[in-house]
Every structure is written in structure tokens, then in C-alpha cells.
């Protein structure tokens, strides 16, 4: 902080403190810099990123501090200085672009330092000349436009003084999302796209491969810390970040060894680094080390195009990362113009010794220090004997945008130059003056350059200074197992449109894994249609677990959230993926359990009618009549339709069976147990009346036992009628004994009704178990009195034990109880009263006569 404070103290100095004699301003510092230079009618300076390490001068303030000595020449950084020459060269040959105009350059190496960045920013704007005529220094400034920096940090500072006069910065390589706002950065434009679109670029490769699972890492500085937040507000919208991290700039062990822990220790199998090159350094050389394998690194594109680190030595971990790179471009004549460069010995050309001294690792005689050198520089030595990075121009990137800078430069001092007198864009319609150029005039026309170069490429700006967002997609790959070389293997396309902007060669990309195929990174594998995530608690939302949604929900899509209910109709599957429609239950005629009760029913029925007939075909003989013929006709009729009532209860309930089957179960219920009544009734009375002098039975002859048996039958027609009226019973969907069922069933309506109706029918077989039981042992042959006894018995038995089991079955099992019911009390009745009778009748025939009756009452007399 102490050392940028004093590069403003001498960016003041340098600006504002001359020694004004009439009329020549005197300049009294000059910063001592590393840099290249050539005059020109219009000069256009540019800072570059040549030497890597420097050692920092005394900066106690007690003297002027002195040069910043830069050592650990970058070729490829020499070879962006060049390519920026080599496009003004270019240029001023066009008679085209610029006539009669030449293009001059003023260059520096900020040493990858601040303070170097602050001084060779200072020294652009207010020129290397000591004396400048003319009172009042008017006239063209310095520079028109700075090329560079690199660095996003440096661009920051360097674009917040350029501004102050309307200086254009246009910068090659900083990438920062920040430098995008115009209220801060108005002056600063750039040819890389912003970081934003790398961070899209980034965050469309995952999305396509599915990690939602990665760790990332970021240099200590705007560049990293800008992308590695956008990168976090975009990524957390579908995944989590394992870990994140931060390098930083000063190399300490200590950090870079928790570093690579903490990659050793997270499940994220995917890591997207933002860093530079010389910041990455250190943690790759850890992770080598230590041999961490089985990670897939996603590289940003200040990184991702290393020669240095896409080496044999590092593929074993690094082998098959996936890259951001700027585009490629293929500058026509670059490399010729490269291998014809020769040493200079210019104080203002110091850069270019340094370059020839580093190649050819000579000394100049002129350059030399008392110390002897052990191999001379001629200036004779030839460059094509030498294959660095900087005569290779297989991979133009960062070059290609020098070259699309300086030539958007050229392009907007063109249109300035042909503006039209009167037509101008600036005050009263006027045009700049080529030869009296100021900073805010190419200002303006270089926020309107649209153009096409000779590439094909469409060069422009857009309202933030951005430059057109292509990408390519890089793959460290390793060619015949002794090299490693950096393919494309896509591209990023940010005007393709949505949904477009990616496209990835799928067969070209080399996965540095054992099964050589795409890496899984996520922290809990996506849970599949039917189950739902149950986040972990303490855990990122990534990290889940998968549980099965319940019965009556589902989940039809991957990774699901939530799980949804099926509709009431609906259940269910037994995936849990899909809602099916209940199963719908009742008791059909299909069922085993129908098809057996309906059997039975019809026997019954059968039996009763057979019986029926038995009884009309010996409707004359003794044991008919002495039983009371008709109301055993009677009574068999009433079971018939008992037993046939039970199929009213079978089948799928629908308005009339529901109707129906209660009616004519209690109507056919109450007209049986009231014959069985009047039967007892009579036995009774015709064994008082074979007494002497009772004459009982003429008040209750036949006409009488018909009128009673209709009375009884009716009352409970009133009780149905009144039932049906008020509440009848309705088929309805019963849906909470099974959730998985939809049962079928016939609502009872009323209560009160059914009650009615079933006590009604209990109180008539409750009266006529007691009759018959008082009458069991009344001495006659066919005395009913003991089989009316057992039949109730029965009857009473299965209508109270049918209580607790209606109400305890669910579903059709419930209709199956009331039907198994009715034909048991039937069978009951039926058995019990007549089979006695059939007996005699069918196989005891010489019983059924009338001498067998009358020896009885001889023997009762």
C-alpha cells in the first residue's frame, strides 16, 4: 500500500510539477522503465506482462526510489509487444487505413507489478521528452490510447487515472466482470470477453455433464475473486460448492498444503480454478507431489493454454482438464516478421536487449557489468535456431487480441479522420482534427467501431466496452504418450442464442480417468422417479438422501423434491412413479367368494322351491295338513326369495340394488319369521283345542293366520317405505377403510332405518323362540314347536354374531358377512323346520297317514 501511494505521489509529481520558462515546460522526473519505442504522427502506448519477478527497491521516502529490477523473461509475453509493432506496422503500410498518417508506440513491461503498472501509466501520459515548446503545452497529448494491461487489478487503476483525461484503455487480456461498469471504468474497453461469459462458458460445460457437486479455487485478486463470486451466484442456482478456496499471491506453503487437504478430502470430483498462470504454479506442483489423481480440472482461460503447465510432468493429475481459451487467430505474416527482429541499442528500446540477451543467453558488451559474462551477444544470432514461445505462432490468442486492439484503434481514428466537415459528431456539427487529436475524440468513435477484419471476425464494442463473446473449449490431451498437446474441442458462442452457445466435439475429449469415461461429480446421486430428496441436515441441498415418497404419492421426475398425492380416484403404483386408478372393489359375480355365495343362494333357493313342490304334491296327505299347509306354502315361498334376495347384495351397487336389497331382505325376513309365528301360534292353539271343551281355534282360523301374517309383514313394509323416503340407501365410493381401493358399496342412508328393519325382524324371532320353546313339549306326533325352537335358535345365533362382524370387515368382505348372513339363517329356518317333514314324507311314507294320526289321539284320550 505504501508503494502504490507513492506512485501517486509521482503520478501528481510527474504531471503537474513543471518548471514553466516563458515558453518551454520542463519535465523534471523520468521514471527509469523497460519498454520499446517508435515515433509516429499519432502514438499509441501499451503495457505488457514481459518479466515475471522483480526485487523492490528502498521505498523508505528518504530518496528517490530507484528501478524496479524485472528479471525471468516471458517470451510470449515479448510476443504480444510485438504483435502489437507488427499490427501498427501493418497499418501504416495500408494506404487504406490511416493516409498519410504513421502510427508510433510507446511500450512498457509492468513486471507483473503494480507500482512498474502505476509508473509506465504515468510515464505514457506525460511522455518521455524532458522539454516540450510551445506556453501552456498544448497540442496532441503523449498518447492518444493505451493498449493493456493484462491484469484485471491493474487495469482497475490504471482505467480510474486514464478516465480523468479521457483516455481510452483497451485491454487485451483482463477479464474481470467488474471492468464492465461504466460509471466506474467509462474510458475501458477490452477485445477478451468479460469474465461473465467465461463464467457462463464454465457453468454451460457443467450443466451439460450434470456435476452439481465441485470445488473451487481463485487467485487472491480481482480477476479470480470477481469470477469465483459470479461463478458461485450462478452455480448455486442447480448445485453446491464443496469447497472453495482461495491461492494466494505471495507463495505460503502453508495455505497451498491446506489447499490441497482440503481437494484430498472433498468428494468433488470436478474443480474450477480462476487463476493466472504464475499464481496456479505453486498448487500445481503440490498436487503433483502428492499425487492427487481422479480429479477433473476445469481451467479459466488465463491458465487453460499454459505450455508450461500441460506438461508431461503434471498429466498425471492434470491430464484431460477442460479449459476456457480466447479465440484462436491466424495473424498472416506474424512469424516471418518475428524471425526477422534484430537487437536495437536504444536506451528507449531496452526491452528488445533484454529479449536477444535472454534467448541467446549472451551479454551485450554495451549492457554488461563489471562482472565477466561468460558467452558475448553479436546481434548476428539467428532467431529461427531457437523454438520458444515466442516464435511459436500455432496458438495466437492473447496475440490475436493485440492485433484486434490496435486495429479497432486505427479503425476509429480512420473514421475520424474521414468525418465529413459539418457532419461532425462533436459541438456545432464539427470534426476532429487528425493532426490535433485529443483523447475524448477517439473516445467517442471507438464506441462505434463495428468492422470485420480480415479474418472474417466481426470486431465491435458493446454498450459496455465488451468485446463479442467466443470461446474455445480446450483439452489437455497427450499425443504418442511423449507430449502433451492443448486441442480444442469446442467452441462457446455467446450470440448462438440460448440454448445454443455450446458446442462440445463429445469423441474428441480425453477423460483422464481409469474407465476413460465423463466423471461423476455430485454429492448424492439423483433420486429416480418415485423418490423424493430428504435433505441431510447440516449438509449443503446437494447432499440427500433418497426416500421412497408414500403410498398415495408420487414423483414422475428425476430428483424430485417434493412428492405429489394422487387424486382421490387414484393410487399410487407400486414404483411410486406413476398414479394408477384404484383398484375398485366390491362383490361380484366374478369373485370366488361371489361365484360360491351365489351357488349356495341359488341351492337354497332351489331347495325351497323343491321343497315347495314336494309339499303341493302331497298337499292332501296327513302330515301336510296337520302342519298347516298353507302357511307352510307360505313360508317356503318367503325363503325362496330370502335366499334369492342375497343376490340383490352381490354385484356392483348401483341406485336399485342399493334400493332393493334391504327392502326385500327385510320384507322377505319378516313375512318368514311371521309364518314361523303364526305356525307357533297355531301349534299352541291346536293343542289347547284338542282339550275337552275348548273351542280356541274357531278365533283363529285360517282367514285370522293370513290377516296376521300380512299385519306382521306389513308394519315392517312401513318401516322400508318410510326408510327409502326419508334416507334412502345410495351406492357410494368408499375410499377410507383402503387407500389403495376404491370399495363399491350401498350407503345404509339411515341408520335409525336399518336399525328398524333389523329389530323389527329380532323382535319377531325373539317372541316366536320363546312361543316355540314354551311349546316344545306338548305331546303331539308333529309337534313344530321343538324344530320352530331350534330354527330361531339358529336365526337369533347368526343375526347377532353378523353385528360385531359387519361393522369389523372392510371392504366386500362386509357385503360377503350380510349375504353369508341371510343364507345361513335361511338354511336355518329351512333345515330346521322341514327337513323333519320331508323326512316322513320321502322316506318314511307309511307315517304320513291318517291312522298313524288318529292311533295318536286314541292314545291321548
Not at 10 to 32: G, H, P, Q, Y
Amino acid at each position: 500500500m505504501r508503494d502504490i501511494l507513492s506512485m501517486f505521489y509521482f503520478t501528481i509529481f510527474a504531471l503537474s510539477d513543471f518548471e514553466v520558462v516563458k515558453s518551454t515546460c520542463r519535465m523534471m522526473e523520468n521514471f527509469e522503465l523497460n519498454g520499446l519505442y517508435k515515433d509516429g504522427d499519432i502514438m499509441l502506448g501499451g503495457i505488457f506482462a514481459v518479466n515475471f519477478k522483480t526485487s523492490m527497491p528502498d521505498q523508505s521516502f528518504r530518496a528517490k526510489p530507484e528501478k524496479w529490477n524485472c528479471t525471468s523473461f516471458d517470451f510470449s509475453g515479448f510476443q504480444l509487444t510485438q504483435t502489437m509493432i507488427f499490427a501498427i506496422e501493418e497499418i501504416n503500410r495500408d494506404q487504406s487505413l490511416l493516409p498519410n498518417i504513421t502510427l508510433g508506440y510507446k511500450i512498457y513491461d509492468n513486471c507483473v507489478k503494480l507500482p512498474v503498472a502505476l509508473r509506465a501509466t504515468v510515464s505514457l501520459i506525460s511522455g518521455h521528452n524532458s522539454i516540450s515548446t510551445g506556453y501552456g503545452c498544448t497540442g496532441p497529448p503523449p498518447v492518444l490510447a493505451v493498449i493493456g494491461d493484462p491484469g484485471s487489478t491493474h487495469s482497475i487503476v490504471i482505467s480510474r487515472i486514464l478516465s480523468l483525461f479521457q483516455m481510452p484503455l483497451v485491454s487485451y487480456y483482463a477479464t474481470c466482470s467488474c471492468l464492465s461498469n461504466k460509471q466506474e471504468y467509462p474510458t475501458f474497453f477490452r477485445t477478451i470477453p468479460s469474465d461473465t461469459f467465461q463464467v457462463k462458458a464454465v457453468i454451460q460445460i457443467i450443466k451439460h455433464y450434470g456435476w452439481t457437486w465441485v470445488g473451487a479455487i481463485a487467485s487472491d485478486d480481482d480477476y479470480g475473486q470477481n469470477a469465483v463470486k459470479t461463478f458461485h451466484e450462478e452455480f448455486s442456482n442447480f448445485g453446491c460448492i464443496s469447497f472453495l478456496e482461495t491461492i494466494p499471491k505471495i507463495n505460503e506453503k502453508d495455505k497451498v498444503l491446506q489447499i490441497v487437504n482440503t481437494i484430498k478430502q472433498s468428494t468433488a470430483k470436478v474443480i474450477i480454478v480462476f487463476s493466472s498462470e504464475a499464481d496456479i504454479t505453486s498448487l500445481v506442483r503440490e498436487v503433483v507431489l502428492q499425487n492427487i489423481t481422479g480429479r477433473q480440472w476445469i481451467a479459466s482461460e488465463a491458465w487453460s493454454t499454459s505450455p508450461v503447465l500441460a506438461s508431461m510432468e503434471n498429466f498425471n493429475s492434470f491430464g484431460g482438464t477442460i479449459g476456457i481459451a480466447i479465440r484462436r487467430g491466424n495473424i498472416k505474416g506474424l512469424e516471418n516478421f518475428l524471425l526477422q527482429l534484430k537487437p536495437k541499442y536504444e536506451s528507449n528500446n531496452n526491452l528488445l536487449i533484454q529479449f536477444w540477451e535472454s534467448l541467446f543467453g549472451c551479454k551485450f558488451s554495451f549492457n554488461s557489468t563489471s562482472v565477466p559474462v561468460k558467452k558475448a551477444c553479436t546481434g548476428l544470432e539467428d532467431i529461427r535456431s531457437m523454438k520458444t514461445a515466442f516464435n511459436d505462432v500455432s496458438e495466437l490468442r492473447a496475440s490475436y487480441n493485440v492485433y484486434k486492439a490496435v486495429h479497432a484503434l486505427a479503425e476509429a481514428l480512420n473514421n475520424l479522420m474521414t468525418c465529413e466537415k459539418g457532419e461532425g459528431p462533436f459541438e456545432n456539427n464539427m470534426c476532429a482534427d487528425i493532426r490535433n487529436i485529443q483523447p475524448w475524440q477517439v473516445l467517442h468513435y471507438l464506441k462505434e467501431i463495428n468492422f470485420t477484419n480480415h479474418l472474417g471476425e466481426r470486431v465491435a464494442f458493446d454498450k459496455n466496452g465488451d468485446a463479442i463473446a467466443i470461446y474455445d473449449i480446450m483439452n489437455w490431451q497427450l499425443k504418442d504418450n511423449e507430449t502433451v498437446f492443448i486441442k480444442t474441442v469446442g467452441v462457446f458462442d455467446e450470440s448462438a442464442g440460448p440454448g445454443n452457445e455450446l458446442l462440445l466435439l463429445e469423441d474428441t475429449i480425453f477423460w483422464n480417468f481409469e474407465s476413460k469415461t465423463i466423471p461423476t461429480s455430485v454429492c448424492s446421486i439423483k433420486c429416480p422417479p418415485g423418490k423424493r430428496k430428504a435433505l441431510r441436515k447440516g449438509e449443503p441441498i446437494c447432499c440427500y438422501d433418497c426416500v421412497l415418497c408414500a403410498d398415495g404419492e408420487i414423483s414422475n421426475q428425476t430428483d424430485s423434491s417434493e412428492c405429489i398425492k394422487c387424486l382421490p380416484d387414484y393410487w399410487s403404483n407400486s414404483d411410486r412413479n406413476q398414479c394408477v386408478m384404484k383398484e375398485v372393489e366390491f362383490l361380484s359375480y366374478e369373485d370366488v367368494m361371489g361365484i360360491i355365495l351365489t351357488t349356495i343362494a341359488l341351492i337354497g333357493a332351489s331347495l325351497s322351491v323343491g321343497v315347495l313342490g314336494i309339499f303341493i304334491h302331497h298337499r292332501n296327505t296327513p302330515v301336510v295338513k296337520a302342519n298347516n299347509a298353507e302357511l307352510s306354502f307360505l313360508l317356503l315361498v318367503s325363503l325362496t326369495f330370502c335366499f334369492l334376495c342375497s343376490l340383490c347384495f352381490i354385484g356392483k351397487p348401483s341406485d336399485l340394488t342399493c334400493m332393493l336389497r334391504h327392502v326385500i331382505f327385510g320384507i322377505s325376513f319378516s313375512f318368514s319369521v311371521s309364518c314361523i309365528l303364526v305356525k307357533t301360534i297355531v301349534v299352541i292353539m291346536a293343542f289347547k283345542a284338542t282339550l275337552p271343551g275348548n273351542n280356541i281355534m274357531k278365533w283363529f282360523g285360517v282367514a285370522q293366520q293370513r290377516s296376521t301374517v300380512i299385519l306382521f309383514t306389513f308394519i315392517q313394509s312401513v318401516v322400508c317405505t318410510v326408510w327409502l323416503t326419508i334416507s334412502p340407501s345410495v351406492p357410494i365410493k368408499n375410499m377410507n377403510h383402503q387407500n389403495s381401493k376404491v370399495i363399491l358399496e350401498c350407503a345404509i342412508g339411515s341408520m335409525t332405518g336399518f336399525s328398524f328393519l333389523l329389530g323389527y325382524i329380532f323382535l319377531l324371532s325373539v317372541v316366536c323362540f320363546l312361543l316355540a320353546f314354551l311349546a316344545r313339549n306338548l305331546p303331539d306326533t308333529f309337534n313344530e314347536a321343538r324344530f320352530i325352537t331350534f330354527s330361531m335358535l339358529i336365526f337369533c345365533a347368526v343375526w347377532v354374531a353378523f353385528i360385531p362382524a359387519y361393522v369389523s370387515t372392510p371392504g366386500k368382505y362386509t357385503v360377503a358377512v350380510e349375504v353369508f348372513a341371510i343364507i345361513t339363517s335361511s338354511f336355518g329356518i329351512l333345515f330346521s323346520i322341514f327337513t323333519p317333514k320331508c323326512y316322513i314324507i320321502l322316506l318314511k311314507p307309511d307315517k304320513n297317514t291318517k291312522k298313524s294320526l288318529l292311533e295318536w289321539k286314541k292314545d291321548i284320550k
